[in-house]
């Protein structure tokens, strides 16, 4: 999508290990978020962003945290992946008035095996 | 806690069948209610915010309107790529951070 992107598109890793992804944007949007879509649930918010090093927790937080060092770039963690955690995740963006709602990346399809 | 409930989960129409997709909601406080469509292996992609009951937003052959506890995305003689699962999603006065609550969707299937 034009003005975010998500990477890796694809990953399969192993419980235990750590996985970062990765979003970046080129809009220079206040508000960043990362979400998890699953069958069933819909789009659950895991954590967001509103500025450089200022972070919040969403509903689902537990096993994840992210960083944000620059305006472009929001990162999501698992510290220790787990099955539970195998998912699509999608990251978002949004300026200061929020009124076009948010604009979505392609996500991630992450298997944890 | 914010909820947002869509009926039906699925729905299956021919080319040019008119229909609705429901959106009910209870929210502390609406800022706005958000429309977004999403195609396999794609992410949402925006329609609509309203803001207030009553309003209405059209764009092809989609209409959204809102009421104080629902909202409704009219589709007017749909055509095949119509085919997608549309979101809905709220958005709060207080809580900050400009967050969104989505509903579970519905996938929409629109044929020949």
């Known amino acids: 999508d034009a003005g975010i992107t998500q990477s890796p598109r694809h990953k399969v890793t192993e419980t235990g290990t750590p996985v970062t992804l990765r979003c970046h944007q080129t809009e220079n949007h206040r508000y960043m978020y990362w979400y998890r879509q699953d069958p069933g649930h819909g789009l659950r918010l895991i954590h967001y962003?509103?500025?450089?090093?200022?972070?919040d927790k969403g509903e689902v937080s537990d096993g994840y945290s992210v960083s944000r060092s620059k305006t472009e770039d929001f990162l999501l963690t698992l510290e220790s992946a787990t099955s539970s955690q195998t998912s699509v995740y999608f990251c978002?963006?949004?300026?200061?008035?929020?009124?076009?709602?948010?604009?979505f990346g392609s996500g991630t399809r992450l298997t944890v095996v | 806690e914010d909820q947002v409930t869509q009926s039906p989960e699925a729905l299956r129409l021919q080319e040019g069948e008119s229909s609705s997709l429901n959106c009910s909601y209870t929210?502390?406080?609406?800022?706005?209610l958000f429309w977004y469509r999403q195609d396999p292996g794609k992410g949402p992609e925006f329609l609509f915010t309203?803001?207030?009951a009553g309003e209405e937003k059209e764009k092809e052959r989609l209409k959204a309107t809102l009421t104080k506890k629902e909202s409704f995305l009219h589709i007017t003689a749909p055509k095949p790529e119509d085919s997608a699962t549309y979101l809905c999603a709220v958005q709060a006065r207080t809580g900050g951070g400009n967050k969104l609550t989505f509903g579970t969707g519905t996938q929409l299937k629109v044929e020949l």
């Open positions: 962003s509103y500025g450089v090093k200022d972070t």
């Open positions: 309203l803001y207030s």
């Open positions: 978002a963006i949004a300026g200061t008035g929020g009124d076009d709602g948010y604009t």
């Open positions: 929210v502390s406080g609406l800022r706005g």
